[in-house]
């Protein structure tokens, strides 16, 4: 098996047109620079029911649940609607139970003022209904969209570099106790 930590970036977004892409886009640069990291997506646009994409329905349920068993960790890439998280986003988390179960979470959101982060203490909350445990430090964008340069890029502050590297550091600790801890001891024999 690989020593390094396969991370599953999740699309909090299923918008056409969403600024998610950018911010994907962004993380991506950022965990190809790390050695210790395989990457994966999740996307409501690829898999859910009602996307058009090459693994929409029946088979994109199982492609996700797939891509959710097989991370190690995830990077969850949200913007906050109407004070909370989208419901595509709700929708993935709901496709699958088990896959989910002893694995940590971290967060990137954006949004208007708040920068996401209600959208997130909200996610905290459904994380450890599915036995994931979610790391403290995250990245947040308020005005997001203020962010993007005439190159169409995303660019970040020091601060939320800075932001991006711990949390990046906390979630790689926790993956690698916690995958230490699957091999040791079934994780399912606590959860009868
Ligand atoms: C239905 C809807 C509700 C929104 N509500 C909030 C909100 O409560 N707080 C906030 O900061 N931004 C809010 N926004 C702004 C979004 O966070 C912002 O448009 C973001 O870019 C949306 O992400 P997306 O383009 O990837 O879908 C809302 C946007 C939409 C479409």
């Not at 190809?32 to 646009?45: H, T």
């Not at 419901?87 to 709901?94: F, N, P, Q, T």
């Amino acid at each position: 098996m690989s020593e390094r930590i396969r991370v599953a970036i999740v699309y909090g977004s299923g918008r056409e047109g969403r600024l998610c892409d950018r911010l994907v886009d962004w993380v991506r640069e950022r965990m190809a620079m790390q050695a210790a990291f395989d990457m994966a997506l999740i996307d409501p646009r690829v898999h859910l029911l009602g996307g058009s994409g090459p693994a929409s329905g029946e088979s994109g349920l199982s492609a996700l649940r797939e891509e959710v068993f097989r991370a190690d960790a995830f990077i969850v890439v949200t913007p906050e609607y109407n004070h909370g998280y989208p419901a595509a986003l709700k929708e993935i988390i709901d496709a699958a139970y088990r896959e989910w179960h002893a694995k940590v979470a971290a967060f990137v959101s954006y949004g208007g003022t708040s920068g996401g982060i209600r959208a997130v203490e909200q996610l905290r909350q459904v994380f450890a209904e599915l036995h994931v445990a979610t790391v403290r430090d995250g990245v947040s964008f308020p005005h997001a969209w203020e962010r993007i340069g005439a190159d169409g890029r995303f660019a970040a502050t020091p601060s939320q570099e800075k932001a991006f590297a711990r949390m990046t550091a906390q979630l790689l600790w926790w993956a690698r106790a916690l995958r230490d801890a699957r091999l040791a001891a079934p994780y399912e024999e606590t959860v009868q």
